[in-house]
């Protein structure tokens, strides 16, 4: 058995590394395009007629001529799979042309019918019988309906009607789509994603290539409180099966409300599920309401009806194996029972889009993979065990935002303010749930559970860079007591998880469990460890450890209209797959949906933000013209075990905690917001300002004026090249105030993937604190050279990332940047072939 490696590397069959020269390699591969596999004599006859593999083993040559087609079979295979999915994708592109042609040709019959209509507006009377049946884009049934009532007969009838309405969506032109902001089809894409313009409601499309057989996907997406982390509970109340080996169900599904200032959802459903002449699958839904005359269901205490227009899932049969899926959700959420300013959350269709439609794509896309690597786990723990400990985050963390009392949750008088609500539970089956009085987590003595849960309304804060920051920096709005009170109630031991590479956040350590596989809508499975917590009076002289399970997503600011999440709960050392959790947390939802599309350099134009000259409102204005959030709701939520007698004690604390926690996080919002770049003395101006193509000019011509050579690797083809060749550059490029204490002020690509941090917390991190010893005493050496000679090579080393991670760098170039008055604007650092140790 033999490996390949990179790099001209090879695996022979006793283990040890072969290396060839490019040379060698250049010969083995030209004689491997004659002959890819040549018998013990040709491999003997080769090395005589190449002298440059004379000294290569005849064992070797074979071994490497098995690898080499062994790599080819791999690329071969991987070809065939990219070829099979641009395949599938250029036909649901075919089709998507085609709906687009009709849709052109009905905007055009629809636009003379208009016209033809204006120029006749002078009639005194006209024939109404003639009207077009199609009107904004939308298809009308002719009134004619067979009778519909909730017999066999009628549900069928209700369902068929369904299914036209579901199709002439999915694949036809009853609904004018747009494609969704930020989202462009194609092989490496989770689909084709598109959102509704000017009909009724909000709705969401999209098609897709999954990697599973029709009935698994039927199976899958059926199961939507799987996938779907707002849905409750779906029942089935009644089953019906047709004549054409369908079947009908009758369902009542109810949706968590996403924050505190609206109450959940419910519908009232019809699902009928068949498969048509061409062999698809077809899984349609709607809403049974007075129009349908169908069998009813009586409004539902605290819950608001909400309306499912015509949806569902077409599932096609893809050549080569898998699945092409289209989806339709089309919604009316009943807007008018939520405040004003939460109006655009029940309205967007990209929210619908973000929380639901690309929701089941994305588990589809999970799957796949593990069915496609079965024997992947991590830490020891199967996928599908880690998917089961998100679900159980999110779910506990919704049950207690919503806090339903039919759970047990019964809520607290306030305290003359009603800016905190304290609900607390003390029923049988939530305790039991946690396990709380014979597991070995919970202590005992725990016989109840207090949630503490608030809203507040944010300005200027985008919600990705805001999770970032309180992810990273838990001490800016932690308190510490609350972490001890919490850790109290879990009998923590010495934790054996297994190694991992750990984010250290100073306190704070972040090890990675698992992460969904798609970009669009990153989601961070992991454990946070929390050094030296004092559990007990005990714990004050050696402080022990405490853990955390956290589940972390929204993250990427460029996903449009999703919320950002943290929630977590403490666990104790076994981790065990059922191991009691009281998940806390906080939801961040973005309400400027119609402005929620972050421009693609979002990065770029922070990474560009200098020191130079005030900022103004232009700073402001940029960002928002880019598509930056201005408005969005944070909804918090904490809960806390506790002994019953302790209940007062207990609930004036939350509230403390949860006011304490508001006041940090719109501290932070606020030094966050770009309006505000402008005081932090840091990270000011977009990168298309004059000013930040002059910091790039002033460092390439300062490094040409000291060294008396071109900026290594980096193109000179004008100033905007110049900026984006240094924030593209491959070494890391760190700039530093020329003070006292020298802190970072702009670092480009390369420079904030080797300090591991954001641009946003750039400025907490001091030159001295990513040096090691020897590179400090090296730095403080030749810092004097730096500011007299202009430049200084410092000898390669190790320094530290943010996370306390080493890095090791071949060498370090120093020199001045100088302004335009020749004088010392700031100090330039780039570190040469740095990788992580």
Request: hydrophobic share 40%; aromatic share 6%; charged share 20%.
């Amino acid at each position: 058995m033999s490996m390949s490696c990179k790099d001209g590397k090879s695996l022979d069959d006793n283990g040890k590394y072969v290396r060839y020269t490019p040379e060698q390699v250049e010969a083995l591969e030209r004689l491997y395009h004659e002959c890819p596999k040549p018998s013990s004599m040709r491999r003997q006859q080769l090395i005589r007629e190449c002298p440059i593999l004379s000294h290569i083993e005849p064992r070797q040559i074979k071994v490497w001529f098995q690898n080499r087609r062994e790599k080819q079979r791999k690329e071969s295979s991987r070809l065939q799979g990219v070829n099979r999915k641009l395949s599938a994708m250029n036909k649901l592109l075919m089709e998507e042309n085609d709906r687009l042609q009709k849709q052109v040709s009905q905007l055009v019959y629809e636009n003379g019918y208009f016209r033809k209509q204006t120029q006749t507006t002078k009639l005194a009377s006209k024939d109404t019988s003639c009207e077009s049946v199609v009107t904004s884009g939308q298809h009308h049934l002719t009134p004619q309906h067979p009778p519909r009532d909730a017999s066999p007969a009628g549900l069928l009838s209700i369902a068929e009607e369904t299914l036209t309405e579901f199709l002439s969506k999915a694949t036809g032109t009853a609904v004018e789509w747009v494609q969704m902001p930020g989202m462009k089809p194609g092989p490496d894409s989770i689909g084709i994603i598109a959102i509704s313009h000017g009909c009724t409601g909000m709705a969401a499309r999209a098609c897709g290539l999954v990697g599973l057989d029709p009935t698994r996907v039927a199976e899958i997406l059926k199961d939507r409180p799987s996938w779907y982390r707002d849905c409750r509970a779906v029942e089935v109340l009644n089953m019906l099966p047709t004549a054409n080996g369908g079947t009908i169900e009758l369902l009542y599904m109810q949706l968590y409300a996403p924050t505190t200032l609206a109450p959940p959802r419910d519908f009232w459903l019809l699902r009928y599920t068949t498969v048509t002449d061409d062999g698809s699958f077809v899984v349609c839904e709607r809403s049974l309401g007075n129009t349908q005359n169908g069998p009813s269901m009586p409004p539902v205490q605290n819950f608001v009806r909400a309306e499912m227009l015509p949806s569902g899932y077409l599932i096609r049969p893809c050549e080569g194996g898998g699945s092409i899926v289209h989806i339709v959700d089309h919604m009316n959420l009943e807007a008018w029972s939520v405040p004003e300013v939460l109006c655009p959350l029940y309205e967007s269709s990209t929210v619908l889009a973000q929380k639901t439609t690309m929701a089941a794509l994305r588990q589809l896309r999970q799957l796949t993979l593990e069915v496609s690597q079965p024997n992947v786990t991590n830490w020891g723990r199967r996928p599908a065990a880690l998917r089961a400990l998100s679900k159980r985050l999110s779910r506990g963390f919704n049950e207690a935002l919503n806090g339903f009392s039919s759970e047990g949750w019964s809520m607290l008088d306030n305290d003359g303010m009603d800016d905190v609500t304290i609900l607390v539970n003390s029923s049988p089956d939530k305790l039991m749930g946690l396990n709380l009085s014979f597991a070995d987590g919970f202590t005992s003595l725990s016989n109840a559970v207090l949630c503490a849960k608030a809203s507040m309304l944010l300005q200027s804060a985008t919600p990705a860079i805001l999770l970032r920051f309180l992810r990273e920096h838990r001490s800016e709005w932690v308190d510490s007591n609350i972490d001890a009170y919490s850790a109290a109630a879990v009998k923590v031991g010495p934790c054996s998880l297994p190694g991992a590479r750990a984010c250290n956040f100073g306190g704070q350590v972040i090890l990675p469990l698992a992460h969904t596989v798609e970009h669009e809508e990153a989601s961070l499975l992991e454990v946070v460890k929390l050094e030296g917590v004092c559990h007990s009076p005990e714990d004050v002289i050696i402080p022990r450890d405490m853990f955390l399970l956290q589940l972390c997503s929204g993250m990427d600011e460029n996903a449009v209209g999703t919320c950002a999440e943290l929630i977590f709960a403490p666990i104790d050392a076994s981790f065990a797959d059922d191991a009691p959790l009281l998940p806390s947390g906080f939801r961040i939802i973005p309400l400027d949906s119609a402005k929620e599309a972050s421009s693609p350099n979002r990065t770029l134009d922070l990474a560009s933000a200098l020191e130079t000259g005030p900022v103004g409102s232009k700073a402001a204005n940029d960002f928002k013209s880019s598509g930056g959030t201005s408005k969005s709701i944070m909804t918090i939520a904490f809960q806390f075990a506790f002994e019953s007698h302790m209940q007062e004690n207990v609930a004036s604390m939350a509230r403390k905690y949860v006011r304490s926690f508001i006041s940090s996080v719109q501290r932070v919002a606020l030094a966050l917001s770009p309006s505000h770049f402008g005081s932090l003395g840091g990270l000011r101006l977009p990168l298309g300002t004059p000013e930040a193509h002059t910091l790039a000019r002033w460092i390439c011509q300062s490094y040409r004026h000291f060294l008396g050579v071109e900026l290594p690797k980096l193109s000179s083809e004008g100033s905007e090249s110049v900026l984006e060749s240094l924030w593209h550059h491959s070494d890391a490029i760190i700039c530093c105030s020329a003070k006292a204490m020298p802190v970072f002020t702009f670092a480009n690509q390369a420079g904030l993937d080797m300090l591991e941090t954001t641009l946003v917390a750039l400025q907490d991190i001091s030159l001295e604190k990513i040096f090691d010893e020897n590179g400090r005493k090296n730095l403080c050496s030749e810092f004097p050279q730096i500011m007299q000679q202009g430049f200084a090579c410092l000898q390669g080393g190790i320094c530290l990332s943010s996370m306390g991670r080493p890095v090791s760098y071949e060498k370090a170039m120093a020199w001045k940047v100088l302004n335009e008055e020749d004088t010392a604007h700031c100090i330039s650092f780039m570190f040469v072939n740095w990788s992580f140790v």
